[in-house]
DNA sequence: GGCTATTGCAA
DNA sequence: TATTGCAATAGCC
């Protein structure tokens, strides 16, 4: 087999953490595969693959490939690609054939069992690897021979395929190969630590409920047993209902404890306590399991690193997600959480160092650039901070006589608008009656008029098109904005709202990455582009590449996209993701 | 073990 | 009863 074969296209097959296989696209169940010559040789690339075993996705095996001078491309992802962009949201290969050429797939694990007996795909035998292999082959070309001349048919997909989504794949696949590099140490002893927190904490709640219960065993970490436990056995005052319930989580259990605080009626000091021992544990609990315990078992031992994997094909809005481990949802906003950010470190620190640009405000910018609101629009080209602004236009005060009070109702209304804000979402969210959120919102409509008449549009057109659109194109379908169930309308017309603001906002980190990565090739820097968190791309850099690298993403990251408002970039760095400045 | 419900972390 | 994700635990089948 010749390796640079030009129709030799990669196709993954059974993703066996870090394995896959590659036969020629288009080959029908029961023909003859060259399989065996392609396995000979892919095998030992493989095998010898330094990072071994770890979970990884289709497109990582292909760079690998082609690392080794196997030219390959890989139709599967592409064709993910454009089925994602058609709207197939969130559906793999075997949905795919089923919804769209009505042929039913028998899932991998038919072929390699489940529990104790699974098998990794690579100790198949070939004689029943073969027909699986095909079938994915030939469902794969089908798929593709579907879905590529109805992309073909929309400009702006074409240029999203050609321009973005292609481009990106490589740079994706170098972030997930480079990974970061953490101190697991660091880690270790915060579990220790937890630990001993947890159980001081999981002993006090077992005393303060002691007498209530008796003997009997509540399950602090079961919603459902501590609904029990807070509203039939100590009486606090209910909760909004769930299915299962009363809900415990936290926005209830602090609306419960003012509750108990404000009315003396309720004052219950047992009450109180109970409920402060739930959110502490709770804290602390979700650090460990999510985090501080998880993440060592990540890291790849081959490479001291952690590999995550970024799905291209998983949002409604065009946004990348992380996944196995998702690094994108990194504790920071707390102390005890920050510290979890600690442990992902610069390489040979402090020679090497991490660092981290991101968009200033990128949604908001975006929404002044789509709305054209003058307002909004004059905010950022003062560079004003935007929530101030906003304080200062709602309620009518010079921007320096702007009170913090006034800029977190500004800000509320900002991320409102965003979101698809609703009366009692702001309510909520400042602490207001549901009224007076109702007068922010019309205070905050009436001096950005544009805005108002922006999200009208996307509405009417969303109910024209039973679509709305990022400014490139990119599509998402809202089939319920026309429903007569006013829950179900709402929810469709929020998502209308959001999707453009975000997905443009995703639109433009993704041209980003792609250029960023570009120059860091041709000018042969030895960083290296590890995280996307949406707004915000993590590098490690050696000390003296740093002002390069500096200058490269102040040029690279605003020139992505041409808005009537500036894109502002800024940058920190530090020996740690968690000590930045 | 697979599925749903609840909860909570990020942008 | 604000948007987009991923993941942990409980609890059911």
Do not use: C
Not at 254 to 264: A, E, P, V
Not at 410 to 430: E, M, P
């Amino acid at each position: 087999m010749d390796p640079m074969r030009a129709d030799l296209v990669g196709l993954s097959f059974a993703t066996a953490p870090g394995r896959a296989w590659y036969v020629p696209v288009g080959h029908q169940q029961g023909s003859q595969l060259p399989l065996e010559e392609v396995l000979a040789e892919v095998r030992p690339l493989m095998e010898s693959d330094q990072l071994g075993k770890s979970a990884h996705n289709a497109n990582f095996d292909m760079m690998m490939l082609a690392n080794h001078g196997i030219n390959v491309q890989n139709v599967d992802h592409d064709t993910m690609i454009a089925a994602h962009l058609l709207g197939k949201t969130g559906i793999g290969l075997k949905n795919l054939a089923l919804e769209v050429l009505g042929e039913e797939m028998t899932p991998i694990a038919k072929l390699i069992g489940t529990g104790k007996k699974q098998i990794t795909f690579d100790h198949v035998p070939i004689e029943a690897a073969t027909p699986y292999a095909a079938a994915d082959a030939d469902m794969t070309g089908r798929l593709r021979s579907v879905f590529e001349p109805q992309v073909k048919n929309q400009e702006e997909l074409t240029r999203l395929m050609s321009d973005m989504e292609l481009p990106l794949v490589p740079v994706l696949v170098d972030m997930q190969r480079q990974g970061i590099k953490v101190d697991t140490g660091v880690l270790h002893e915060m579990s220790r630590d937890l630990n001993e927190q947890i159980q001081q904490v999981e002993e006090e709640f077992r005393q303060t409920i002691k007498e209530k219960v008796g003997g009997l065993s509540v399950n602090i970490n079961s919603p459902q047993q501590l609904s029990d436990l807070l509203f039939k056995e100590l009486g606090l005052p209910h909760t909004r209902r769930t299915k299962t319930g009363y809900s415990t989580d936290a926005n209830a259990l602090q609306d419960l404890k003012s509750r108990l605080t404000d009315d003396d009626i309720n004052a219950s000091i047992e009450g109180i306590q109970v409920v402060d021992q739930i959110l502490e544990y709770r804290q602390i609990a979700k650090l460990k399991s999510t985090y501080v315990d998880a993440l060592p078992g990540m890291v790849n031992p081959a490479t001291g690193r952690i590999h995550t994997r970024y799905n291209q094909t998983g949002s409604a809005t065009g946004r990348v997600s992380s996944s196995d481990p998702n690094l994108q949802n990194i504790p920071i906003r707390t102390e005890l959480g920050r510290q979890v950010r600690r442990a992902f470190i610069a390489p040979d620190a402090p020679q090497w160092l991490l660092f981290s640009a991101d968009y200033s405000q990128i949604e908001l910018r975006v929404l002044a650039h789509l709305s054209q609101d003058p307002g909004l629009l004059e905010a950022f080209r003062k560079g004003e901070d935007i929530h101030s602004a906003t304080a200062s236009s709602m309620f009518d005060v010079p921007i320096n006589e702007v009170d913090s009070e006034m800029r977190r109702i500004a800000k509320v209304l900002n991320f409102g608008v965003i979101y698809g804000l609703s009366a009692h979402g702001i309510s909520q969210q400042t602490g207001f009656s549901r009224e007076e959120g109702s007068n922010f919102i019309e205070s905050y409509f009436a001096k950005y008029p544009g805005i108002s008449e922006y999200l009208e549009g996307v509405k009417a057109s969303a109910r024209e098109n039973q679509y709305v659109e990022t400014l490139l194109g990119r599509r998402r379908s809202v089939p319920e904005i026309n429903s007569p169930n006013f829950n179900v309308r709402g929810a469709a017309e929020r998502m209308a709202i959001n999707m453009p603001i975000q997905g443009t906002a995703a639109d433009i980190m993704k041209l980003a990455m792609i250029r960023v990565h570009r120059r860091l090739a041709e000018e042969s820097l030895r960083a290296k582009m590890l995280l996307q968190v949406h707004d915000e791309l993590v590098f490690e850099v050696p000390q003296e590449e740093m002002e390069t690298l500096k200058d490269l993403v102040f040029d690279e990251m605003p020139a992505a996209m041409e808005l009537d408002v500036t894109l502002k970039v800024d940058a920190k760095w530090g020996e740690t993701w968690g000590d930045m400045e």
